[in-house]
């Protein structure tokens, strides 16, 4: 059983920078595309990115497209995601998910087996 715990959240300005990190056991994350999301209050779980298990390839929301940044290292078992230039949309907790298998619509949450707990990001001048 792949277990997901995501770290690094916290309350920052408009313009700050944020790295979250998601460490993984249980399991090798090589063997997973990642993906991150997030979800504010009363919205729905949204899309944030992704990025294949051979860390190749990443793809992003239109929201945070040029903003975040997806990594991995999977001899470390760790995802990251660096936020630059966050807004006050930006706010949410955000989640980081597990897909053993190819899936064309990585978008959904329902295509991702394992998730963390998530971690508060808070963007507030």
């Known amino acids: 059983q792949l277990q997901l715990i995501e770290s690094g959240g916290g309350l920052v300005q408009p313009g700050d920078s944020l790295r979250l990190s998601c460490a993984a056991s249980g399991g090798a994350l090589s063997t997973y595309d990642m993906a991150w999301f997030r979800q504010a209050p009363g919205t729905k779980r949204e899309f944030v990115g992704r990025?294949?298990?051979?860390?190749?390839?990443?793809y992003y929301a239109d929201s945070v497209k040029g903003r975040f940044t997806i990594s991995r290292d999977n001899a470390k078992n760790m995802v990251y995601l660096q936020m630059n230039s966050l807004r006050p949309d930006d706010t949410a907790v955000y989640y980081c998910?597990?897909?053993?298998?190819?899936?064309?619509?990585?978008?959904?949450?329902?295509?991702?087996?394992?998730w963390g707990q998530g971690t508060q990001v808070t963007v507030s001048s």
């Open positions: 990025v294949m298990r051979n860390g190749e390839s990443s």
């Open positions: 998910a597990a897909d053993a298998y190819y899936s064309g619509s990585y978008v959904y949450p329902n295509n991702y087996q394992y």
